[in-house]
């Protein structure tokens, strides 16, 4: 993996001036342009890429959607396929990662969605068969500020349903 530092010693420059330049913050900072090119170009030679865990911090936001299902239809019809390539193409569109479940019974449902894992997305979508004993379960997430949205062939819940 490289690091910014490792940019910055190639270029025996800064690796806070590598770091305003590949995010684009110079601010006040003055740099040359053909400076500002070397340092992409390393990066890219190089093949950096941001952290995304210290994006993430920073912030505040993981760019990921956590996608709980309950597979639906018979083994082979595609149902549960389209609905996961609908969805992350979606996301995949919008630079986002999808942190994939399945669930089949309330129980599981509650080990998945734990609030550690929970607190690893920026929203949630629980689809496949609907559960409808968990619209409460929903609601308090919607509570929190946590964004639900539901992919199932009937409403979950009424408030759930009123709520986008």
């Known amino acids: ?10 270029l025996d420059v800064s690796p806070s001036l590598v770091s305003k330049v590949l995010n684009g913050r110079l601010s006040t900072t003055i740099v040359r342009p053909e400076l500002a090119e070397s340092i992409r170009q390393a990066a890219a ?9 210290a994006e993430a911090l920073k912030r505040g936001r993981h760019a990921a959607i956590g996608l709980l ?18 969805i992350t193409e979606e996301a995949h569109r919008n ?3 999808v942190v994939l479940d399945f669930f089949v019974s309330d129980e599981e449902f509650h080990a998945t969605a734990a ?6 997305v920026d929203g949630l979508i629980v689809g496949g068969l609907t559960h409808k004993d968990l619209g409460n379960d929903l609601n308090s997430w919607l509570h929190t500020g946590l964004p639900v949205v539901t992919a199932h062939d009937e409403p979950v819940h009424r408030s759930i349903a009123n709520a986008g």
């Open 45 to 53: 030679e190089m093949g950096y890429e941001k952290n995304r865990s």
């Open 69 to 86: 299902i309950h597979p639906i239809g018979t083994a082979g019809t595609g149902i549960t396929q389209d609905l996961l390539l609908g």
């Open 95 to 97: 630079k986002c990662s």
């Open 115 to 120: 609030p550690s894992w929970r607190s690893m």
């Open 1 to 10: 993996m490289v690091r910014l530092q490792d940019i910055a010693d190639r």
